[in-house]
């Protein structure tokens, strides 16, 4: 067989690559053919014992796979190397599959595929063994020259293996096979710098091409940086071809998506920036590309360099943004479209420093032309609407199954303050994203950007284009342009909501309209889903109508449109009319109680039926009203409407399967309807209880049933997190009256407490965290439920303050400081942990690092949640506290200074005063700098006066001018005569000549505070 068309680099190492034996073909064709699972499974159990053998057994069957791999790309030159010996022991020992090969040379593509993903897999995955297998020398040697080689093979799908090999291998993050890792492999990027450079065939260009890519995806930062950029200049060269020589397509993205790729990594060459100009005026040249592949990859370069590298965008501004709204336009190829969409959304998240005036000034000009665009961008596509159709006949049947996304449960944090960490958006405003699933896709992204347009711009350039637009599409014939106008009205909602008033009464009316149309063949679910987002959207519009009268009838015609839609069969339709219907209820509160029972009866009345998605939102809606409408969801017959009905599903489907993520929000649910419901919910609470404790023992018993009694995923504890925490919704529902219930449950009266300190316990963090919450609420509300098992409880509660968990932490301190709180003046049962207690407490407030590089400080809620405990233990017994009060003094005082709680803040102040009057000397002893504690001290105690926005405290505390100081509560004038006595004991007990140092640095408004509420001169 002639190798003609190999290039000048294959043809000179072809006569040295050996040809591969006879054991390597017929282990590769059994592998090939799994027909026939005996010898299947034989050559599976050879390859892993030649692989597992030895060092030397493993390097050369690697380097035999290698050869075939080259072989199968010149099978015809590799079976007269072969020699007629091993010939014939390949055909009797695999007989069929050397047949089969000698038909046809297409056969030997996909052998030779396998042959590579064999290889592959025996490099990056070597079979455990006594010894780590790796590719020794000078085996690896070999390999490395017959892999680079390969580059150059006739046949991409060769040439792809071969590259994909020499990328995972050169750049592996763990270095699994050193030998042929980038730093023993010197000659490597040289060697493809080469073939780049070459006048050799396009074989070994394109080769190599897709080597580059790969490694450039797997690990830039491994690659020299004198390599690196000696690379770029030549990647830009195929991005910028001259017009008479243009490169091939796969090159020209080849190297687009190595640039991407290098630049996603944070990698800024310096070759590329010297280059920068060439860069840009190749991705120009490329602009109108007759590929959409290119074009597409043009658009994600740009919107990569415009995250990364927006100095160097800024400049060419202008000519980017009218080349992106062109390319937003290309509705015939949607791929590309969608990647210069991204360029808009990702404009509007650029911060303000690397977003210029000019910028701003750029893209609002072309707003005008844009935004009927990113209109059209929201409709549906043909094939979209095709499937879209069939789904809709599939789930006009009642029981149609549906694919759920993962569902995850909320965590229970006691006071973190504003910012937990924690996304608690629902994703109601992504609900119109249910047709497409996870795919993200233009219609999606120009909604987003709409959106993200009209929160930056605001509604002067939005609307002069978008609103005749909008009038054009709602009263269009055709449904999927009202959908898509539909869609945008509701993008616009935060942004414009103020400026869309005066319109909003009739689109309003035309919204329940489409909402109002009965179930029939001929509507469209998808119109009525998008419509129902929408007037969740402008949930707050409406609600404003009704309390100021203008509109008092909108909230019953919303409430009765809604359920009346919650009972069509379309789960689309129910899920959205449910979903939107939890945010009018947000925003309309207690307005809602004289709608409460028929809606009650007809969320009751749609259980059965929903299925999926539906049910989760049935369930959050029930919990979105306990939140929002308050006790009277508890009041009279209502809770008998709705909560067997629920206690009943629970039932049901935990008998099915307990670890059921469907359970996750009913219980969360209930949780929220016992705590509003109160007393209310006693006729419940036996059966809530006994079930939530059974919930927990079942999900243990299966977790613990499991191969190696671990968890695979902590997600797997969440029921056991969600029952916890409806316990302690009980816990705070009832008051003290849950330690009746507790005895009154036969089942579980006598082994609660074993099984709560079991769950204080537990591995996985999240369950840990809900038991301290419940620890701290049954302190609080029923604490003699605590006795038997307190010295337990409270050694768990000691042991998890380590702030590398910090939620599971921020409950363990909160409830520590709630059982200091009931201890009332008995210290007894604290003391045995009291210096454990301290020692964490004290690291807590001067925010030692947690060892993952997260002081205790920053993370929120802990500083006031430390300061609150330390002053309740400071109240329970000064001694235990004062002793070590210079080491922790001003991180306490700025803990202090940031509770909003008003029981703990007051708990907190009053521990301060004791423990300083137990050991005043540790002010002096502090800090060297006595100004900056008593400063500290002072401002601590300023802070009663200032209120809890942020940016008010700074600005009063800074602004000598500033005004607005609140007075001291009224009902905490003791508290305050002992910090007016504290601070002018501390006047008293320091030198003068420091006093008067920290009153210079006082504002003029703080001194007047001072000088006017505590007669502090």
């Known amino acids: ?75 015809a030159t590799m079976m007269t190397a072969m020699g007629q010996d091993q010939l014939d022991a390949w055909k009797a020992q695999d007989p069929s599959t050397a047949t089969k090969l000698q038909q046809t040379e297409q056969h030997w593509i996909p052998f030779g595929q396998m042959a590579g993903l064999i290889l592959k897999n025996a490099l990056l995955r070597p079979p455990v063994s006594q010894q780590a297998m790796h590719v020794i020398q000078p085996v690896s040697d070999q390999l490395k020259q017959v892999l680079v080689t390969c580059l150059a093979c006739r046949r991409k799908e060769l040439r792809a293996v071969a590259s994909s090999v020499i990328a995972t291998t050169a750049v592996s ?34 080769g190599t091409l897709m080597c580059v890519q790969k490694i450039m995806e797997d690990g830039p930062q491994e690659i020299r940086q004198d390599h690196l950029d000696a690379l770029v200049p030549v990647l830009i060269q195929f991005i910028a071809s001259p017009a008479p020589q243009p490169q091939p397509e796969t090159l020209k993205i ?100 690397s977003c210029t005036p000019e910028m701003i000034g750029f893209v609002g000009n072309l707003l005008p032309q844009l935004v009927p665009v990113l209109l059209r961008g929201m409709v549906y596509s043909a094939d979209q609407r095709e499937e879209l159709m069939f789904r809709n006949e599939l789930d006009a049947a009642e029981n149609s199954n549906e694919q759920v996304k993962p569902v995850f449960h909320k965590s229970k ?38 959106d993200s347009f009209a929160g930056l711009y605001g509604p002067g350039p939005i609307l002069p284009s978008l609103l005749p637009a909008l009038q054009e599409g709602l009263s269009n014939a055709d449904p999927w342009v009202q959908e898509a106008s539909v869609l945008a009205l509701g993008a616009i909602a935060d942004g414009c909501m103020h400026a869309m008033a005066p319109h909003m009464a009739q689109l309003h009316q035309y919204l329940m309209g489409l909402l109002s149309t009965p179930e029939s063949p001929q509507s469209l679910p998808q119109l009525k889903s998008i419509a129902a987002w929408t007037v969740g959207r402008y949930a707050q519009w409406a609600i404003g109508q009704v309390q100021s009268g203008t509109q008092g009838h909108l909230l019953a015609q919303m409430t009765e449109i809604f359920v009346a839609r919650m009972g069509e069969r379309n789960r689309r339709v129910q899920a ?107 006729p419940f609470a036996l059966e809530t209880f006994d079930t939530a404790m059974s919930m927990i023992e079942s999900v243990t018993l299966i977790l613990q049933s499991s191969e190696d009694g671990r968890l ?20 705070e529902g009832l008051d003290e009256n849950f330690s009746q219930l507790l005895a009154s449950s036969t089942r579980y009266s006598q082994h609660f407490l074993s099984v709560f300190h079991a769950m204080t316990k537990h591995e996985v963090p999240g369950v840990r965290m809900s038991a301290f919450a419940l620890l701290g609420d049954l302190a609080r509300k029923s604490p003699a439920v605590l006795e038997s098992a307190l010295p337990d409880l409270l050694k768990e509660a000691v042991t998890n303050l380590d702030p590398y968990h910090a939620q599971v932490c921020n409950n363990a301190v909160w409830a520590i400081g709630e059982i ?80 909003t709680d008003p029981t703990e803040r007051r708990d907190a102040y009053q521990g301060f005063v004791v423990a300083l009057h137990s050991n005043p ?45 609140q007075p001291f509560p009224p009902g905490e004038t003791e508290l305050q005569q002992a910090l007016g006595k504290l601070m002018h004991d501390i006047k008293n007990g320091v030198p003068s000549e420091a006093w008067d140092q920290v009153a210079q640095q006082m504002p003029v408004n703080v001194r007047q505070l001072l000088r006017e509420v505590y007669q502090l001169q």
């Open 712 to 731: 695979d995923d902590d997600q797997d504890a969440d029921p056991i997190v969600c029952a916890i925490d409806l316990i302690d919704g009980l816990v």
């Open 413 to 450: 944090n006691k006071h973190q303050g504003d910012d937990d960490g924690e996304d608690d958006d629902d994703g109601e405003d992504d609900d119109f994203d249910d047709d497409e699933g996870n795919e993200w896709t233009l219609r999606k992204c120009s909604a987003a950007s709409l």
């Open 254 to 353: 080849a190297a687009l998506k190595a640039m991407v790729n290098c630049l996603n990594e944070g990698i800024m060459p310096n070759s590329l920036v010297v280059h920068f100009n060439d860069y840009l005026g190749g991705l120009s040249g490329l602009a109108n590309d007759p590929s959409p592949e290119v074009r597409k990859w043009v658009c994600r370069s740009i919107v990569t360099l415009l995250v990364l590298r927006t100095e160097y965008v800024e400049p060419h501004m202008e000519a980017i943004c009218q080349f992106m709204l062109t390319a937003t336009a290309d509705a015939a190829h949607p791929g590309v479209a969608l990647d210069a969409c991204e360029f808009w959304l990702t404009f509007c998240t650029l911060d303000d420093e």
């Open 576 to 682: 959205a009319c449910c979903s939107a219907f939890g945010v009018v209820v947000e925003q309309a509160g207690d307005l809602m109680v004289p709608y409460l029972e028929p809606i009650c009866q007809n969320l009751v009345a749609a259980m059965p039926r929903y299925q999926g998605r539906s049910l989760l939102i049935l369930f959050d809606t029930l919990g979105i009203m306990a939140d929002f409408v308050g006790p009277a969801i508890g009041e009279g017959n209502l809770p008998g409407i709705y909560v067997p009905a629920l206690l009943h599903m629970w039932n049901e489907m935990a008998k099915q399967d307990p670890t059921d993520r469907t359970l996750l929000p009913l219980m969360e649910s209930l949780s929220s309807i016992a705590l509003v419901c109160g007393v209310n919910y006693q």
């Open 921 to 965: 000397q540790a002010i002096q002893q502090a800090s060297p700098n006595l100004t900056g504690t008593v400063t500290s001290i002072l401002f601590a105690i300023i802070s009663w006066h200032i209120p809890n926005e942020s940016a008010l405290m700074a600005d009063m505390l800074h602004n000598s001018n500033a005004n607005g100081f």
């Open 1 to 75: 067989m002639a190798d003609s068309s190999a290039t000048a680099t294959a043809a000179a190492t072809t006569t040295t690559i050996p040809a591969p034996n006879a054991q390597v073909l017929s282990l590769v064709g059994a592998l090939s053919n799994a027909d026939n699972h005996d010898l299947h499974v034989q050559a599976i159990q050879a390859r892993d014992q030649a692989l597992s053998g030895s060092l030397e057994t493993y390097s050369n069957l690697c380097l035999q796979l290698s050869f075939l791999l080259w072989g199968c790309d010149h099978p």
């Open 173 to 206: 993050t763990d270095s699994i096979q050193p030998q042929l890792h980038m730093e023993m492999w010197p000659t490597l990027m040289p060697s493809l710098l080469q073939n780049l450079t070459s006048s050799g065939g396009g074989d070994v260009v394109e």
């Open 820 to 899: 200091c709180c009931r201890c009332g003046d008995n210290s007894e049962p604290i003391k045995p942990f009291a210096a454990d207690l301290m020692q964490a407490l004290v690291a807590l407030l001067v925010g030692n690092d947690d060892g993952s590089g997260n002081g205790g400080m920053s993370i929120p809620g802990l500083t006031e949640n430390s300061a609150a405990a330390m002053g309740r233990l400071a109240k329970l017994d000064a001694s235990l506290v004062s002793n070590d009060l210079s080491r922790f003094l001003i991180g306490w005082c700025d803990g202090m200074a940031k509770i």
